[in-house]
């Protein structure tokens, strides 16, 4: 077996040059090969799943014969295994669960791993597709029954749409969940644990859009703050030319900003609107009251001449008129629909399975391998207070929340996943003790990560680590809305990823993010390549590959390689930072370091102090690891506004269009207007600042391996960035390479 073992990753180690179709094909043939040695093991208890099984099966056998066969449900397996398990009848080496080709319709159950199922190191149990990628999880239910419009209903339709939607009838026996629209924020990373109770709904495999006005863009223009505006009861002017449904219809949403922040968005329940004025008033009652500083009274005009907010109207009937759409009448339990494809009716689908279609809960020892999971509610796996669990070679898609989310979970891996098409974040990690400083030993790595943020689209990116010792390593991200990589705590490691077409839909946003924390010290940001992180520098907000946002302190950021994107690196406010080993190429600027002041300092210190606050920076493990932190918080107010202490070292500009380094007062200043300096101020050290256009010092510029050749300036420097294939995905397995951004 070990020796087999060597000789398969051997020949997985030559395909790399083969096309795509032949190295998936023989990586598929190998791994069949490898799971029925491992099937064959005896001294490991392995029971079979299949589509077309029976859980009244023993399910230990892959064939028929008699009470032998495989069960229907990988839950009855594991009710099995849990018996087994109590009786001392489990082997040696622990259980498998091997998944047969075909797709399980699991409607509202959920896969349920426990505490009764945990394995121990030597004896783990697994659940894993007996082909990897063939056996699908699916979260959703198809609709059935069928109608045409009632006349009351094509009265409201428009005359082409009454031709093309079609009704479905959902009983509560078999749909009983239809969930409600809910307010929701994203305008930061805190709030990505809540969860939607509305479903989706889907032709095919396609996502079909909530009802909407308009059907192109962003929506429609915001022009204003209504005279009628009160704190209890927002109001704005809008754009309504177009808009059908009349004043007043229930349960009508906008989806957008009014406050010309296009970094935030939010929902909100509307009340009532005047088509002539182009007044909306919004609805603040029940649990719908999330305007907050989000109200449209508090605006930025003077640093957003160009800017416009855009809102869209969701959920009304009367605004369901292009294919691809979809409203549910939750009162009389009826869907309408125009789809793409008239003849695709039996293929609608809505999801109804909630939590996360794997939900592991105060588990350890837990391997989940090979599967699909697909059309969830919320989340694809979704691991609680457990330890020591693996989620390796799952692909993830159309999820209505996170394709991973590990809260309160130690000592796992996330590997080889791919995760599309999500609703929420891709990979959620909330892991270790900022109290102790202990590891939370979470990693993501090897994983394709791509689109996204496609119910909530800022906020929500690839990968968000918080707490500490978390690690994201060797991932490709690529075509996002807002972030790639964010976090919140200390000491994680972001190292050698691929991040491409990112910030496709926002501004103020950095491809790898946090902000506003003077103690999130020790993070390391190693080695990773930046790419075509959406240029917004004809704004006042910009984006930078990496955003060190207001006070964010205390990192590494060493050997990365950035190219088209606004800025390289933007120090705002923060102290103690080291720069070391840096590329920007074809970037407005390599570097910015600004200073947080604004015309209120004192309203942005109190939440900054708070947030300090929250951690035991007085204590002696603090102190130890984080030597100097307590004396910068000892500084006073007037100091902490001003970037010190931070030490840049061997940053090349290649082909930049402004300049290495530039230095402004005020986050507030335009950066087209600051004057270009290589001179650092406020206790910061700059030394090796290189800027060139010169392409014959470096390996091959133009694919982004800017390692020195010998004799050249750069060399000189001692430089030493990432290497190409040193980043991303380095195994032979990766299959999606996107390189343009496809629309949402």
């Known amino acids: 077996m070990r020796q087999m073992i060597w000789k398969v990753g051997s020949m997985v180690n030559r395909v790399y040059g083969e096309t795509i179709s032949r190295a998936v094909a023989r990586t598929v043939a190998l791994s069949t090969v490898l799971a029925g040695v491992m099937a064959m093991s005896p001294a490991r208890t392995v029971f079979y799943v299949s589509p077309s099984g029976n859980d009244s099966y023993n399910g230990r056998s892959a064939t028929y014969t008699g009470a032998s066969g495989p069960k229907r449900t990988i839950n009855s397996a594991l009710a099995e295994i849990r018996n087994l398990r109590q009786t001392n009848r489990l082997a040696a080496e622990g259980a498998e669960i091997v998944v047969r080709p075909g797709t399980y319709n699991l409607r509202e159950d959920r896969v349920d ?148 922040r296009s970094f935030h968005e939010n929902m909100e329940r509307v009340s009532s609107w005047n088509p002539q004025t182009g007044e909306v008033v919004y609805d603040l009652t029940g649990p719908d009251r999330w305007f907050g500083s989000r109200h449209p009274e508090n605006q930025y005009p003077e640093t957003h001449p160009n800017y416009v907010s855009r809102v869209r109207f969701v959920n009304s009937l009367y ?61 694809g796996v979704r691991v609680t207070d457990s330890r020591n669990i693996t989620v390796e070679d799952v692909t993830i898609n159309n999820v209505g929340a996170a394709g991973v989310r590990m809260l309160a979970t130690s000592d796992s891996v996330v590997r080889r996943a791919i995760i599309t098409e999500v609703g929420g974040t891709g990979v959620h990690v909330e892991s270790g003790d900022r109290t102790t400083l202990r590891n939370g030993n979470v990693v993501v790595e ?84 930046i790419e075509g992180h959406a240029r917004r520098m004809d704004s006042a907000f910009f984006n930078p590959a990496i955003y060190l946002d207001g006070a964010s302190s205390g990192w590494t950021i060493k050997g990365n390689v950035f190219k088209s994107c606004d800025v390289g690196v933007f120090v705002l406010g923060g102290h103690n930072n080291t720069i070391v080993d840096n590329v920007a190429s074809d970037c407005y600027a390599s570097l910015l370091i600004y200073a947080f002041e604004s015309s209120n300092p004192q309203a942005y210190l109190a939440g900054w102090r708070t947030l300090a606050s929250r951690a035991p920076y007085s204590s002696s493990v603090w102190q130890t690891t984080f030597p100097g932190l307590s004396a910068l918080l000892a500084r006073p107010d007037s100091e902490l506004m001003i970037p010190r202490n931070n030490v840049v070292r061997n940053f090349v500009t290649f082909q930049s269009r402004r300049g290495s380094l530039l230095t402004g007062k005020s986050w507030w200043d335009n950066p087209v207007l600051i004057t270009p300096s290589v001179t650092a101020t406020n206790e910061n050290q700059v030394t090796g600042m290189l800027t060139t256009r010169d392409a014959s010092m470096f390996e091959n510029a133009f694919a982004n391996d800017f390692r020195p050749r010998a004799g050249t300036p750069a060399a000189e420097l001692g430089f030493n960035p990432v290497a190409p294939n040193e980043a991303g995905r380095t195994d032979s397995t990766a299959t999606m390479r996107s390189t343009a951004r496809f629309g949402w």
């Open 113 to 260: 791993i426990t505490a009764a199922d945990s394995g121990t190191v030597n004896a783990p149990l697994i659940i894993r597709a007996e082909v990897p990628g063939t056996a699908i999880l699916d979260g959703a239910h198809r609709v059935t029954r069928w109608i045409r419009p009632a006349r009351s209903d094509l009265a409201i339709l428009t005359p082409e749409a009454r031709q093309k939607v079609y009704v479905g009838l959902l009983d509560a026996r078999v749909f009983p969940n239809l969930g409600q629209l809910e307010a929701w924020q994203a305008q930061n990373e805190l709030s990505t644990n809540r969860l939607p109770t509305a479903p989706e709904v889907f032709e095919g495999n396609e996502r079909m859009r909530l009802a909407q006005w308009p059907n192109a863009g962003t929506g429609t223009a915001v022009t204003g703050v209504s005279p009628n505006n009160t704190k209890d009861i927002p109001a704005i002017t809008a754009d309504l030319a177009g808009f059908r449904t009349p004043s007043g219809t229930p349960d009508v949403w906008t989806v957008g900003d009014f406050t010309k």
């Open 319 to 379: 605004e369901l008129d292009s294919p691809g759409e979809f409203y549910i009448d939750r009162t009389n339990r009826k869907i309408f629909v125009w789809l793409n494809n008239p003849d695709n009716r039996r293929n609608v689908a809505i999801s109804l399975l909630q939590g996360g279609i794997v939900s592991i809960d105060n588990a350890s020892h837990v391997t989940v391998k090979g599967l699909v999971l697909q059309r969830g509610r919320h989340d």
């Open 446 to 529: 090897q994983s394709e990560i791509s689109r996204t943020g496609r119910v909530q689209r800022f906020w929500r990116p690839a990968i968000h680590l918080k707490g500490v010792g978390l690690i994201a390593r060797n991932n490709y991200i690529s075509d996002l809305p807002h972030s790639a990589i964010t976090f919140d705590g200390n000491l994680h490691l972001i190292e050698k990823n691929v991040i491409r077409n990112t910030g496709q839909d926002a501004t103020d946003t950095g491809a790898i993010y946090a902000n506003h924390d003077w103690t999130e010290w020790g993070t390391r940001v190693e080695y990773n390549v």
